[in-house]
């Protein structure tokens, strides 16, 4: 059996099959996400999922899902899977003998003497998704039909039967081509062979999405289906069916299809598996690069990227992409500030941390490569600037106070890593002295500083050593709470907050930090004791009234949870950084529980990644993205951690 398959009384059981998602992508902004047993849970789930330039940029939905049917002597076999309103209609899984997921998503189905087997391609840099049928056995003359199901419609909203829909098609080789909305490009739908197109437009109603009505949102769209391609296929005989927005040569689609699948990367280990994963979240557009903040719904998060991106890169020892990366991110700052979220071409700036994770993934880069005068000849006029927009101050009240720290934040923004808002009033507001804000600000004036001593700028020295300096000093005093023996989260006005949260961490795990070793022991041990999980770090103490286990629910009451109790993943690569800073050899055991217990859930939820979060209570449930950029990224980074201290 392959690292990654599912056997048949696992995919006959749907309470075990729809909690396994499936995502592939071609690097370019699209991808394809469904369940393992292709019935769509999810608004978010599809075929054929690309960013529309003439929306925007937007993620949209052309192709929702393609049912077959196989006809033998008259009789039908349907092999599709949607639920409605209390059914499943058609019930094709129970055909299902057999899922793997490598080297791309196949399926195994047999109905009767007939095995049928399919195969999911998203083809890499092009907006073409091809399925591979393969009658790997049949005793009668057997015909198969396929039926497209089509959405084309915005990625976070639902399809509607109407009468605006441009519901008629133009043939084209071996197929057609519908285009149902203005603005929207034609899908060419074609196969590798002739085949008769049985045009019978109809509507299917009410498919229904039961992950979204988990979720609190609507969960039952209208999916346009034009007719079937009905063809024969014998016994070892393959058929391509191409979905693309252009078209294609059909007399070449299986040598492409073969072609493509002997380019995808092996996934036959956890590792393997994570490394592939990590791939999908790059993305390039032109000469763009971008990351990807999480799939199936979010887009370009500067924060995360500048999180993920060491991990993401130079964990695969990929320097190339990661300088490509950091040139293409740099461009996006403005006014001292990286935007928050890139959604299409709409950008927000309510970040206060973004531009001072962008040093850390620099000095991530500078530490790899060791070629500080390129770094600093690079990136250093953008360093200094936004070190002085700090200083000078910056939107939503970001500005280097006389102590040297940072306040930063106003009413009705949430512009920490914190940042869930109901009803336009954040969850954490945060608002005064981040404690993580300024563990980072100490290591990027530290850092700047490093770099321009190498460099020889020694008037930058003159002037920001004493800035940095006093940091230090006020960072101990403002922060440090003696009585409890931790880090304040964050001070205002009115004083520390004593709230437990892992935000305290960074100031031990970062390349620089403002505290000594005895505090830094203190720090780690209250995280250890009151947010630890192999899963991730809760972001507040079940010790807290305010504590929320559970990451469940409608939006709001998910919201209310996001940080406040619910356990991130990505928290772990810098707790794994503490704990080897301070105990070197002998934080190896605690890294490799981490990276077991991740394992464990590779065949959850999503396939071949890691979650966005867990609940913050055992048992602890992966939720939200099913891949998460900075998930996947601090796990590569762990897991090189363990290899260094290993040596």
């Not at 490569?369 to 700090?390: C, F, P």
Request: with cysteine; net charge neutral.
């Amino acid at each position: 059996m392959k690292y990654l398959a599912f056997d048949k009384d696992q995919l006959v059981n749907l309470e075990y099959s729809l909690e396994r998602e499936i995502l592939s992508t071609n690097r370019a902004g699209g991808y394809l996400s469904t369940t393992i047993v292709l019935c769509n849970t999810r608004k978010y789930h599809g075929l054929m999922i690309l960013p529309i330039d003439e929306f925007d940029g937007e993620n949209h939905v052309l192709l929702s899902n393609v049912d077959e049917t196989v006809v033998q002597h008259e009789k039908v076999f349907n092999l599709g899977i949607h639920r409605y309103p209390g059914i499943y209609e058609p019930r094709g899984h129970k055909y299902i003998v057999d899922f793997e997921y490598e080297p791309t998503p196949t399926l195994v189905y047999r109905v009767g003497g007939v095995i049928l087997k399919k195969e999911l391609l998203f083809v890499h840099n092009e907006e073409q998704v091809m399925i591979r049928y393969t009658l790997l056995d049949a005793h009668s003359p057997t015909k198969l039909r396929i039926k497209p199901f089509m959405a084309f419609r915005n990625v976070h909203s639902l399809s509607k039967a109407n009468m605006w829909a441009n519901t008629k098609y133009q043939e084209c080789s071996n197929g057609v081509r519908y285009k149902l909305y203005t603005g929207f490009p034609f899908l060419y739908m074609q196969l590798n062979r002739q085949n008769e197109f049985v045009a019978s437009p109809d509507w299917y109603y009410n498919v229904e999405y039961m992950e979204e009505i988990r979720r609190g949102y609507e969960g039952h769209e209208d999916l346009f289906v034009p007719g079937y391609f009905e063809t024969s296929i014998r016994k070892g005989e393959s058929i391509i069916f191409s979905a693309a927005t252009n078209e294609q040569s059909t007399p070449a689609l299986l040598r492409k299809f073969n072609s493509e699948l002997t380019r995808r990367p092996p996934k036959d280990s956890f590792m393997n598996c994570i490394a592939n994963t990590a791939r999908q979240f790059i993305i390039q557009r032109g000469k763009r690069y971008d990351i990807i903040a999480g799939y199936p719904w979010f887009s370009s998060w500067s924060r995360d990227s500048f999180i993920s991106l060491p991990g993401l890169t130079l964990g695969l020892d990929d320097v190339k992409t990661c300088k490509a990366l950091l040139d293409s991110l740099s461009t996006d700052l403005k006014n001292g500030l990286f935007p928050n979220v890139r959604t299409g071409n709409s950008e927000a700036f309510n970040s206060a941390d973004a531009p001072l994770w962008y040093f850390w993934a620099i000095q991530q880069y500078a530490s790899y490569t060791q070629n500080y005068t390129e770094v600093w000849d690079d990136y250093g006029k953008k360093m200094k600037a936004i070190l002085k927009g700090y200083r000078e101050g910056l939107p939503f009240s970001i500005k280097m106070q006389p102590n040297g720290l940072i306040w930063a934040g106003e009413k009705g923004y949430a512009i920490t890593w914190m940042d869930a808002v109901i009803q336009a009033k954040p969850v954490t507001p945060r608002i005064g002295y981040p404690v993580e804000i300024n563990a980072l600000w100490y290591n990027a004036l530290m850092f700047t500083l490093e770099l321009a001593t190498k460099n020889k700028d020694l008037r930058f020295v003159k002037e920001w050593q004493p800035i940095a300096d006093q940091v230090k000093k006020s960072f101990n005093e403002l922060f440090w709470i003696p009585e409890k023996n931790y880090l304040a989260d964050y001070v205002d006005e009115n004083g520390q907050n004593w709230d437990i949260r892992p935000n305290q961490l960074f100031a031990v795990s970062l390349p620089y930090s403002p505290i000594d070793d005895e505090k830094k022991i203190a720090v780690l041990n209250v995280v250890s004791h009151e947010l630890y999980t192999p899963k991730g770090l809760r972001t507040l103490s079940p010790n807290n009234p305010n504590y929320k286990g559970r990451y469940e629910g409608d939006q709001p009451t998910r919201d209310m949870a996001y940080h406040q109790g619910t356990a991130w993943p990505w928290l772990l690569g810098a707790y794994v950084e503490a704990q080897f800073k301070l105990q070197g050899k002998g934080a190896l055991g605690l890294a490799q529980e981490i990276v077991d217990s991740l394992q464990e859930d590779i065949a959850l939820h999503g396939i071949c990644s890691v979650a966005e979060v867990y609940d913050g209570d055992p048992p602890q449930r992966p939720n939200g993205c099913i891949s998460q950029a900075w998930s996947v990224a601090e796990l590569i980074r762990i897991v090189k951690m363990i290899e260094k201290y290993s040596d």
